[in-house]
């Protein structure tokens, strides 16, 4: 059973426009998401996280909105860079709890 | 340099012989962790451990045990390797913040291969 679930295997955008990254949950406990990047070869990398008691989260080119009515969240990348390409996780837990779930990852490439 | 390191990075092993796999952290963070990637999988926790000498099942834990004796380190065993256990694999540590949550930073993996 995949609590943690990114629909899009892979996405493709070009440089400039706005990356959409989406990932849906199923377990209503989670409280706390946070968004990894990991390049080829490399551990993941942490980028931003937002708990839900906020629907939007901002750090520099990247934001990630929540909606917990629909248990999705989606990170927005504005403007896409090359250098963004990566796979990205989306990963959620309950506060506490300290066991992480994973989506199954998207792969971004964003297009010069 | 902060880091948490791996070792071996790569490894092929056949059934059935017992391996470790080390991962050890500079960061005095008192949470570790053990993931495996899988294609079309993500990241599955397989333990973690909050503080020395206490560690708790993640998601996939059948197959592995740890062990935390020391703070920076934690050190995943494969008491009898199966080619289903073949996989990427990835240690992470963190801070136990007040606040119950904290990111983590990771290691850079160690691909293991069981014939």
């Known amino acids: 059973d995949q609590q943690v679930k990114q629909n899009s295997p892979s996405l493709s955008v070009q440089e400039g426009r706005i990356s959409i990254l989406n990932c849906d949950y199923t377990?209503?406990?989670?409280?706390?998401f946070l968004w990894y990047k990991k390049y080829p070869a490399e551990g993941p990398t942490f980028l931003i996280s937002?708990?839900?008691?906020?629907d939007k989260n901002e750090d520099g080119r990247f934001t990630v909105f929540l909606n917990k009515s629909a248990k999705h969240l989606s990170l927005h990348i504005v403007p896409s860079q090359p250098g963004d390409s990566a796979v990205y996780f989306c990963?959620?837990?309950?506060?506490?709890?300290?066991?992480?779930?994973f989506g199954t990852g998207t792969r971004l490439k964003v297009l010069a | 340099e902060a880091q948490v390191t791996q070792n071996p990075r790569y490894l092929i092993t056949v059934t059935g012989k017992k391996l470790t796999v080390t991962c050890s952290q500079n960061?005095?963070?008192?949470?570790m962790s053990w993931y495996r990637q899988d294609p079309g999988l993500g990241l599955r926790q397989i333990y973690y451990?909050?503080?020395?000498?206490?560690?708790d099942k993640g998601d996939v834990p059948e197959g592995y045990k740890v062990s935390r004796k020391e703070k920076r380190n934690f050190p995943l065993i494969l008491e009898s390797p199966s080619p289903n256990q073949t996989s990427l694999y990835f240690c992470?540590?963190?801070?136990?913040?007040?606040?119950?949550?904290?990111?983590?930073?990771f290691g850079p993996g160690t691909r293991l291969t069981v014939l």
């Open positions: 377990n209503s406990m989670f409280d706390y």
């Open positions: 937002i708990s839900s008691i906020k």
């Open positions: 960061m005095n963070h008192e949470y």
């Open positions: 990963a959620a837990m309950r506060t506490g709890t300290y066991k992480y779930i």
């Open positions: 451990s909050m503080n020395v000498e206490v560690t």
């Open positions: 992470a540590s963190s801070l136990v913040g007040t606040s119950g949550y904290n990111e983590q930073f």
